[in-house]
């Protein structure tokens, strides 16, 4: 895990440089997967790193676009492809109701399935716990829950999800994990948090495919002990990655960004962090400058769905009279297909109902997203992440 910052950054992180490519090969045995940290920034804990998998490098920081069921919304696999996007992520409840594992499995797998040649991220259907709340059980044993398609019983345990994950064949897989939303109160937040921890014990257990990497997840609410708490436990178990979860599900931002200040310092340095669900591209910038290194949400596509598109002079609502004789793009500096049009013409699909409307909007969102990240990266090497995110945010409030 080469790389020239051997250096302790800001928030007590000891660098990934000083473990070297032959410490890692010992300590995972023919693995496709490597992590190599390849920047610390000098005034954050951003860092700039590689994640290599079996279908391909992912330059990080990074954003994950959600396919949710195989697919991004609105948008064909060759365009996701086109808006700079190296990894996306799939989601294992939604994809074992339908169509089946055992169907996408029989079509070569989700990569085969989808057409997407890069790394896919699977998430384990521990979030559906959270969102679909009122359709499951939880026991120690795993969820059960009633199908939102047709009401059938579903049981998802940590062994199930794991081998749901292994049929799918993505890249990265996640524990099964007990995600519930905040605030809530403290008794609530650390029964689940001590669940996903056994839960994440019998997942790794159940881990069998080598070209699969296995992400635990760090519960916790808010409580900055309970997280310091859970991620020692989980790093104590030695997965390959870990991710920061429970968040984005109703706290308010600086919330947010304390529980990230108290959760990194405690994740190994020569390891990828992954903050799930989130965010706001004021978010991402804001857990970058903390330690994170990849992201993912539905904001770009859902919001691009209801007109409302990213600039770095903040969002555009197209649908506002304003832009009705308005003949500039979205964004001048923007490659996307979306901004080949006037503001005008996006409003007029929007007002027409037209689909092309959505299609476009969700296009230049994933655009801007994996700009956003690529000049993230640039800042970070150049050593002015900090000044990089003060300009970015400066620009967003001027709307």
Known sequence: MGGSDEKQDKRGNRGAESLSDEASARRFPLSPFRFDVLHCDSGTAARRSTLHTPHGAVEMPAFMPVGTQGTVKGVDIGRVGETGAQMVLSNTYHLTLRPGEAIVEALGGLHSFMGWSGPILTDSGGFQVFSLAERAKVDERGVTFRSHIDGASIALTPEKSIAIQEALGSDLAMAFDHVIGLPNSYKAVAEATWRSVRWAERCLKAASRNDQMLLAIVQGGLDAELRRRCAQELVAMDFPGYAVGGL??????????????????????DKPRYLMGVGRPEDLLESIARGIDMFDCVIPTRNGRNALVYTDNGPLRLR?????LDSRPVEDNCPCPACRHSRGYLRHLFQAKEMLGPVLASIHNLTYYQRLMAEAREAIVQDRFASFREEKLAGWKTC
């Not at 600086?254 to 190994?268: G, K, S």
């Not at 506002?320 to 009705?324: M, P, Q, R, Y």
């Open 320 to 324: 506002n009279a304003s832009h009705e």
């Open 248 to 269: 984005s599900v109703g706290e308010e931002p600086e919330d947010m960004y304390r529980t990230i200040e108290a959760t990194v310092p405690e994740l190994p340095g």
